[in-house]
Nanobody
Framework: QVQLVESGGGLVQPGGSLRLSCAAS????????MDWYRQRPGEQRELLAT???????NYADSVKGRFTISRDNAKNTMYPQMNSLKPEDTAVYYC?????????????WGQGTQVTVSS
């Protein structure tokens, strides 16, 4: 059973940066596509970015140019990086893993980490 554990959230001032981590235990993420989501208060969960097993990335227009994701398969970890943060980026951020080949394989979610952008 894969478990995803997120860390790195917190309070940051507008214009600041944060680097999150999403570490997997209990399984190998090599065969998983990793997604990064956020959920702002009162809104639905929003897909921000995806990184494939081949390290190809794709970003939502809302974060393109400010946010990036990377992964280190040797460490079983994904690293979302957030720059030029705005108050509207305040949300709970989640990582998600889905198998690249087996559609019926279980998907996994992290527990979420709170990011608050405020002066």
């Amino acid at each position: 059973q894969v478990q995803l554990v997120e860390s790195g959230g917190g309070l940051v001032q507008p214009g600041g940066s944060l680097r999150l981590s999403c570490a997997a235990s209990g399984g190998d993420l090599t065969a998983y596509i990793m997604d990064w989501y956020r959920q702002r208060p009162g809104e639905q969960r929003e897909l921000l970015a995806t990184i494939t097993t081949g390290l190809i990335t794709n970003y939502a227009d809302s974060v393109k140019g400010r946010f990036t994701i990377s992964r280190d398969n040797a460490k079983n970890t994904m690293y979302p990086q957030m720059n030029s943060l705005k108050p509207e980026d305040t949300a709970v951020y989640y990582c998600h893993a889905r198998h690249v080949l087996i559609i019926t394989a279980p998907n996994y979610w992290g527990q979420g980490t709170q990011v608050t952008v405020s002066s």
